[in-house]
Nanobody, 129 residues
């Protein structure tokens, strides 16, 4: 069982920056290729309404970004800490959402919701104009 704990949300003015963290525990060698993704949702609701933002594989350098955040958001990881970071720059009011970290042990396309078995509790990001 993989547990995910997010932190780093908050309020910021447009053009500002925030960095979200996602600490993973319970990750074992069984999870040979664990994909870590960030999703967002403008309000609490069904998981299927979550929008993929960025994703990467633990221990790998490949990353994938939604077009809406490309060039503004950067995904990185600290393997010693089992933590994935989402650095968000040039934030816009339309980035306001609840941001969720998720883990996919099954593969598939980067933002395939069906593969993301483990989810964090979510952290609110609010960008004011």
């Amino acid at each position: 069982q993989v547990q995910l704990v997010e932190s780093g949300g908050g309020s910021v003015q447009a053009g500002g920056s925030l960095t979200l963290s996602c600490a993973a525990s319970g990750y074992t060698s069984r999870h040979i290729k664990l994909c870590m993704g960030w999703f967002r949702q403008t309000r609490p609701g069904p998981r299927k309404e979550r929008e993929g933002v960025a994703a990467t594989y633990i221990g790998h350098v490949d990353t994938y970004y939604a077009d809406s955040v490309k060039g503004r958001f950067t995904l990185s990881q600290d393997n010693d800490k089992n933590t994935v970071y989402l650095e968000m720059n040039s934030l816009k009011p339309e980035d306001t959402a609840i941001y969720y970290c998720a883990a996919n042990p099954y593969g598939g396309s980067w933002f395939f919701l069906g593969g993301y078995t483990y989810w964090g509790q979510g952290t609110q990001v609010t960008v004011s104009s």
